[in-house]
């Protein structure tokens, strides 16, 4: 089968009435602005630490350097990594409900990722892996199968999954059911569609329904095995005759077998094997190396890459991953993959680059899709703001506006916006991790912006503004809890629009979220909060949105603390206009 999907870059079409990407009934992640991909597999918890050297007799302990827990398994950490490359990715499979169930939608939120194909199984645990890192990467594991295998065919939102542009089949043998007739049904009915469907394995040896697994193979498009998966699955040891019989005995299309520090080797039908080289990197822990080598793979085949350049970008990230502890390791986004790559092999890169990341050096234009052009701007007038960005977060992160990864700021340049990436922790922040937008939700430059983009290019539609500051602030959250609006008990609120109101609570990157913060700023509000969430404030400076949420901070904590005491004394309107009136004349006072 042959498909290339070019890679989209619309978020979103227009604002705020109509965030729906064409010929699509579901809202495209606003953190991400490639493929959407459907990632149907185990969502494991790992926990991880390196170094072991053995583990110690009886109760004796030993100190480690490092001590992780992240979303993983061939489902979690091929879509932690899709999202950081930039992909919008949906969720498919079963976990707890538990708290390392919780901890799993929470990090999968933090990225982006949509997790609404997560079903729940009552009575059982989240399938979980604790993990002793030996010195040299290795990784013995202790494994709790848990809900996973309890995903059923049923549990799937067909008409969900059918939105996607590609699907990725992780572990398709640690879910039995998904092996059976149901489950081929349904990726035989994505698969009419013509769009790719791709495959990986979970255990290193599948010896469960070994028929049915080849029977699905059949249905697939790419099949991303190791050495030793493929081995198991057809009994041949050399890697290019195992790889051809399973083309000629199943009909899968594609195979991309990972040889670990020899790279990779690319078998198709009717064209001689490839070798892929590996990357040289420091390997600290090789866990996740497979589903980042997937995740690779997938991006660049459905950005339109060769097969050949789409595994080499597969190993470049495998390589990262590798280079740190855990499935979430290494990979920061695109962009940053690709320099890695370029070290090694800069024509490839370059390439590659061209292909996924068409911006370039030369002035930045996009057509708004009405034949008009988003006014240029020089690419050094565009490093330079995503340079000031970045330094402003850092400062932000300082003064504690936006605490870890929970928040997010953007500046509008006529009708560009640049705003932070998703997932950004302010204090690291640098230039790379500033992302470049149309108003209309064009990505030109950098990858995977903020979950809340829609939000933030609502306010820009909807008000004057220059720039918008989300907050999740311990007191803004507080009174959005129990406020519809924060009460007025000081005049300092004038400086905020004399209101600011609270709106019900949507999902985060919502249209319904945009569309509300958005009417309530086009009414006059300087900040608003979000309840069950947070705040924004917007200005006509980054300095002054700053400043607003800040201010708006600091009136809810006054007013919490004064809560405790009794209730607190507001302002009524006579107070406002006397106060207005009184700063006029200071004002005219002052000009004199």
């Known amino acids: 089968m042959a498909f290339l999907l070019r890679w989209k870059v619309t978020i979103v079409s227009t604002l705020p009435a109509s965030f729906v990407a064409a010929g699509h009934d579901r809202l495209p992640s606003a953190s991400a602005a490639g493929p959407r991909v459907a990632v149907l597999g185990p969502y494991i918890v790992d926990v991880l630490g390196r170094p072991v050297s053995e583990l110690p007799p009886g109760q004796g302990g030993i100190l480690l350097e490092e001590i992780r827990m992240t979303v993983a398994g061939t489902g979690g950490g091929a ?17 707890g409900a538990d708290g390392l169930g919780a901890f799993l939608r929470s990090q999968l939120t933090s990225y982006g990722v949509d997790i609404c ?10 399938s979980s892996t604790m993990l002793p890192i030996r010195a040299n990467g290795e990784r013995p594991s202790m494994h709790v199968q848990g809900a996973t295998r309890a995903l059923r065919a049923d549990d799937l939102d067909v008409s969900a999954l059918a939105q996607a542009d590609a699907l990725l089949l992780g572990g398709p043998e640690a879910m039995p059911d998904i092996l059976g007739e149901k489950g081929a049904a349904v990726v035989d009915g994505f698969r009419e569609t013509g769009r790719p469907v791709f495959a990986d394995l979970l255990h290193s040896r599948p010896a469960e329904m070994q028929q049915e697994l080849l029977s699905m193979l059949g249905r697939v498009d790419w099949f991303m ?25 199943t009909g899968v299309g594609t195979v991309a077998v990972t ?90 890169a370059t390439r590659i680059r061209a292909q996924l990341l068409p911006v370039d050096g030369s002035p930045v234009t996009q057509s708004d899709g009405g034949g008009a052009q988003v006014p240029g701007i020089t690419a050094p007038q565009l490093e330079e703001r995503r340079i000031r960005l970045a330094r402003r977060a850092r400062d932000i992160a300082k003064r504690g506006v936006v605490l ?31 992302c470049v937008l149309t108003l209309r939700g064009e990505l030109l430059c950098g990858s995977r912006p903020s979950s809340e983009t829609l939000l933030h290019l609502g306010v820009y539609q909807c008000t004057e503004a220059l720039a918008v500051v989300h907050t999740h602030g311990r007191s803004t959250v507080a009174v959005g809890l129990v406020e519809d609006e924060l009460p007025v008990i000081h005049y300092n609120i004038l400086r905020l ?78 107070d406002l206009t006397e106060v207005r009136r009184r700063a006029a004349e200071y004002g005219n006072a002052a000009k004199a």
């Not at 080598?293 to 990262?320: H, K, M, Q, R």
Request: glycine share 14%.
């Open 79 to 95: 879509a932690v990594d899709l999202a950081k490359l930039g992909c919008a990715v949906d969720c498919y499979g079963a976990i």
């Open 117 to 126: 194909g997560l079903v729940e199984k009552d009575g059982l645990q989240t």
């Open 225 to 249: 095995p190791n050495d030793e998966q493929l081995r198991a699955c057809t009994g041949i040891d050399d890697l290019a005759a195992a790889a051809a019989k399973l083309i000629a005995d």
């Open 259 to 348: 040889t670990g520090g020899d790279g990779a080797l690319l078998v198709r039908r009717g064209a001689p094997p490839v070798t892929v080289p590996a990357f040289a990197t420091r390997v600290v822990d090789t866990t996740g190396c497979g589903d980042s080598f997937n995740s690779g793979v997938i991006t660049a085949v459905l950005g339109g890459c060769s097969p050949e350049d789409s595994v080499l970008l597969g190993c470049a990230c495998g390589a990262l991953v590798a280079s740190g502890l855990g499935s979430d390791a290494g990979i920061v986004d695109l962009p940053t993959v690709l320099d890695f790559m370029g070290q090694e092999k800069p024509e490839a």
């Open 404 to 434: 870890a990864g929970a928040g997010n700021i953007s500046e509008r340049h006529e009708d560009l916006v640049f705003i932070t990436r998703g997932g950004l922790r302010f204090e690291s922040a640098e230039p790379e991790d500033i």
């Open 497 to 574: 629009g004399g209101r600011v109101p609270t709106v019900p609570y949507f999902p985060f990157g919502s249209e319904e979220l945009a569309e509300s913060v958005g009417a309530s700023m086009a009414a006059g509000s300087r900040s608003v909060l979000l309840r069950n969430h947070g705040a924004v404030s917007c200005g006509s400076t980054l300095d002054e949105a700053i400043e607003f949420s800040e201010l708006t901070e600091w009136l809810c904590e006054v007013y919490l603390s004064a809560r405790v005491l009794g209730a607190p004394a507001r302002l009524n309107h006579g």
